[in-house]
C-alpha cells in the first residue's frame, strides 16, 4: 500500500475531458462533501491534460494545474492516482497507464479497449508496483457489476453470464423492432442523434461488447483476459423481419455476451445476437440501456441493469472506484493475483448447445424443404417448428426454423451446407436461443 | 484495525445452524479454495452453537467445536468474527452481537428485524472497538444491494429506492394475479410450500418489507436508521380483483418499500402495496424475487433483482461479507460514521404525491357517484379514470377510480370521509401508483 491511504487528501489528475472527464471533475466538485463524509478524505484534482485547452467543457478548471503532455501526470509527485479517459487501446493511453502504474501510482480507467488487449500485463504491472488498477467504468456504467461480481458473488462459483452490454446495438435493435425499419435506416438515425458513432463497425459488430465480455470472464472465471480468442458476431445481419419473427417464439432479439462453464471445465465467451425469452429479465432490456444476469453457485441468478454509458453513469464508476481508493481498498485487478489466474477460455460458439433459430432466403419453389431437411437431418438436427413468410413466384422468400438441442460445431456445419444449396440465396442466419 | 488482518487466517464462530447456518457452513467448506485464492486467507469455522445438537443439517459438524451457550462465542481468544444467524430483534441475538462488538470481535448478521431496532447502537459499538458490523444478508440475499449503495453506487446522492423485498408477499401477489384465487387461499398454499411462515404477519402486515427498508435508507441517505417511524401497510387487503384491474391500467400491483428525497429536503419511508407501471422492471420481478430500483444523481437509475432469501442466497451473502472482512476491508455499518448520520426520516405517506388507485364496494343505487365525487372536489383531486365493476340490484359492486397527482395528505383524507358515506362498504382500499 502506498502513502496515499495515510493522508486526508487522495491526489487524482485526470487524463482526458470528454464527456467523462468533465462529467468526474463535476462529480468530485458537487459532491465533494458527501465523498468526504463517506470515505474520511477530499478528493482534489491536481493536474488534468487534454488535447485542447479552449473548449467549453461545462466546467470551471481554472483552479486546476493544466499540463499539455498526459505522460507528465504519470511522474508527478503530487499525484496519487491518474484517471485514464483518453480510450483507444494504443498511445498515448497504453504508455500512460504503464508509466502511472510503473511510478507507484494506482489507475482508474474506463478503457475497455485497452484492458481488453494487455489486462493482464497491466495487471502484472499493478501487483509488482503494489497500487491498485480499477475500472469499473470499463463496463456498463451506470451498472457496478466489477463490484458485484469481484466482491458481492465472490463466494460462488460463477456458472455463466450473459449480458448486454452495448446500448448502441440494444438502441438499434429495440428501435428496429419498434418501427420495422432496417438495420441501415435506424443506424443512420442513432448516428444522427449521437447514439452511434461515424464508423459504427466496433459497437454493430460486437467488438466492444467482446471488450467487456473479456474483462467480465477474467473476473468471473479467474482466467486470463482473452479477447482475441472469443466468438464475435454483430448485429448488421439482423432485419426487421427476425425481430418480429422472433416474437412469435414469444422471444426478443438481442446482442448478448455470454460466458459460462461448460460440463467439461471449459470457458466458453462468445458475443454475438441471441433470441431471448420474454420471461427473462434481459428481455426487458430497452434502448440504450444495459443489462447482466449472472449465475453462481449459490446465490442463483442475479440480475441487474442501467445506464450503460454516457457522462453521468461513466463518472459515477469513475468515482466510485476513486472512493474505494480513498478509503484504503485495494482488491487484485481481476478478482485473484495474476500468478493465481486460469488459462484463457479456449471454447467458442461451436461448443454453444442448446436451440438455434436459423433464418434462410430461397427461391419458392416445391422442394426446397425437401434439399433442406436431410442436410439438418444428418447431423441429428431436428426441426422444432417451421414458418415460411410470404409467398410469391417472382420474389425470394423468408423459411425460419427453430431446432431441438444441438451442438454449435453441427449448427455450423449444416448451416454451411444449407448455405450452398441452389434453391438458398446467401448465407443463413443461425442465432442461438437462449434458456435464461 | 484488529489483528484478524495480519495472520493467514480468518477464526470464525457461527451462531445458529437453521437452513442459512448450514448453507455457510456448506459454502465454507465446497468453495474453500476459491475464498483463500480469492482472499488470500482460510476461512476457518472453530466453534458453532445452535438450540438442537442432533439435528441432521445435512453437513459434517464432527471437526468444529460445538458450543451450548451462543453467548460464549463472543469471548473466545481464538475468533475473530460471530456470524449471528439466530434471528429476532431481542435476545438473544442482541446481546450476543453487542458482547461479540464490545469484545472486539467483527460481527456478520442476517438479522434485520435487530438492526432496524438497534442499528444505531450496534453502529456505534462497532466503531468504538474498531470492528466491522456486516449485514448484505439482512436485505435481498440474492442481490448485493448493500454493497451496491454503499459502494457501488458511492458517488451519488440518492434521489430514491424503490424495492420488492419480501418473497411470500411477492410470492402470494404473483400467485393472486395468476390464478385468480384470494389472499387467504394462496397465503393457506403458500404456507404448505413453506413459503410462509405459520404466523405470517411480519411478511404480509409489510414489516419485514419495513426491517429491510429502514436499512436501506439509513444507507442511502446517511441518516439514522427508523423503523418505527416508516408509514407501514400489508398486502392482506387486496383482492384478485385489484390485481386484475390493474392490469387493465397496464400495471401490475406490488408490495413496495420506498424511501426518496422531497423537494424539502425531507426523506419520505414507506411500505405498502403500490401499482407499478408494466413498463418498469419491478414489474417483471415474479414469484419469490426480490427487485430494487436505486435512483442516483449521476448514475441514473441502477436495477438488481434476484432471490431475496433461502439458504444459497443468504449464505453467498453472509461469506461475501466474511470475504470482505479477510481481505482487510471495514467501512462504516451505515456508509458514513454515525455521528455524521444525519436525523431519521420524518415524512411518511402523508407526503407521497402522485397518482392514486381507490377502489370502493358501494350498494348499487343511482347517485353513488354523485355522493362520492364531491368529497374529492373539495380537496381538488380530480378522477383520472373510473371503472364499475358488476352491475346487481342484490349485491355490492367496486368501483375503482385513479386520481391524478395529488397529496398523500389529502388522499387519505378523502378516503376517510369516503369511508363514512352511507353508500359505501368498509374502507375505500387506497394505493399510489408508482411513476419509475
Known amino acids: 500500500m502506498n502513502n496515499q491511504s495515510h493522508s486526508s487528501q487522495l491526489r487524482v489528475a485526470l487524463a482526458g475531458l470528454g464527456t467523462v472527464g468533465a462529467g468526474v471533475y463535476k462529480i468530485l466538485t458537487q459532491n465533494a462533501d458527501l465523498i468526504k463524509t463517506r470515505t474520511g478524505k477530499t478528493i482534489e484534482v491536481v ?13 470551471d478548471l481554472s483552479a486546476v494545474e493544466w499540463v499539455d503532455n498526459p505522460k507528465s501526470l504519470a511522474t508527478r509527485h503530487d499525484v496519487d492516482v491518474v484517471v485514464e479517459m483518453m480510450g483507444g487501446e494504443g498511445d498515448p493511453a497504453f504508455s500512460l497507464v504503464k508509466s502511472a502504474l510503473g511510478n507507484g501510482k494506482s489507475v482508474v480507467t474506463a478503457n475497455k479497449s485497452l484492458l481488453a488487449h494487455h489486462g493482464l500485463e497491466l495487471a502484472a504491472l499493478a501487483e509488482q508496483s503494489n497500487v491498485s488498477l480499477m475500472y469499473e467504468a470499463a463496463v456498463a456504467g451506470g451498472i457496478p457489476i466489477i463490484k458485484m461480481i469481484r466482491e458481492g458473488l465472490a463466494a460462488n462459483n460463477i456458472a455463466g453470464l450473459y449480458g448486454i452490454m452495448n446500448g448502441t446495438c440494444n438502441y438499434i435493435l429495440t428501435t428496429m423492432e419498434r418501427t420495422g425499419q432496417s438495420f441501415g435506416e435506424v443506424l443512420k438515425e442513432a448516428q444522427a442523434l449521437g447514439y452511434a458513432e461515424a464508423d459504427p463497425t466496433l459497437d454493430v459488430g460486437g467488438g466492444d461488447s467482446g471488450h467487456k465480455l473479456a474483462l467480465l470472464t477474467a473476473l468471473a472465471f479467474g482466467c486470463k483476459p482473452d479477447f482475441d480468442g472469443l466468438s464475435l458476431d454483430g448485429i448488421d445481419k439482423l432485419t426487421a423481419e427476425d425481430l418480429t419473427v422472433a416474437a412469435e417464439f ?6 448478448i455476451g455470454q460466458a459460462k462453464k461448460l460440463d467439461d471445465g471449459r470457458v466458453l465467451q462468445m458475443v454475438g445476437p441471441c433470441l431471448v425469452q ?7 432490456v430497452d434502448g440504450v440501456l444495459n443489462g447482466i444476469f449472472v449465475h453462481g453457485d449459490f446465490v442463483g441468478p442475479s440480475f441487474t441493469s442501467g445506464r450503460g454509458a454516457g457522462e453521468g453513469p461513466t463518472a459515477s464508476a469513475i468515482v466510485a472506484d476513486l472512493m474505494d481508493l480513498a478509503s484504503g481498498i485495494s482488491r487484485p485487478v481481476f478478482g485473484v493475483p495474476t500468478r493465481s489466474l486460469n488459462p484463457s477460455p479456449t471454447a467458442s460458439s461451436d461448443d454453444w448447445n442448446g436451440k438455434f433459430y436459423i433464418r434462410l432466403v430461397v427461391h419458392d419453389r416445391p422442394g426446397v424443404i425437401a434439399e433442406i431437411a436431410p442436410v439438418l437431418r ?4 431436428s426441426i422444432e417448428s417451421l414458418i415460411q413468410r410470404g409467398r410469391s413466384a417472382d420474389q425470394p422468400v423468408s423459411i425460419i426454423l ?7 460445431a453441427d449448427m455450423h456445419e449444416a448451416a454451411g451446407q444449407i448455405g450452398k444449396l441452389g434453391c438458398v440465396l446467401g448465407q443463413p442466419l443461425v442465432l442461438p436461443i437462449l434458456n435464461i
Chains 1, 2 share one sequence.
Open 47 to 59: 493536474a488534468v491534460s487534454a488535447r485542447n485547452k479552449s473548449k467549453d467543457r461545462g466546467v
Open 250 to 255: 414469444d422471444c426478443r432479439i438481442k446482442l
Open 278 to 284: 420474454k420471461t427473462s429479465p434481459l428481455a426487458h
Open 378 to 381: 444428418d447431423r441429428k438436427i
Open 402 to 408: 427453430t431446432t431441438h438441442e444441438t451442438t454449435g
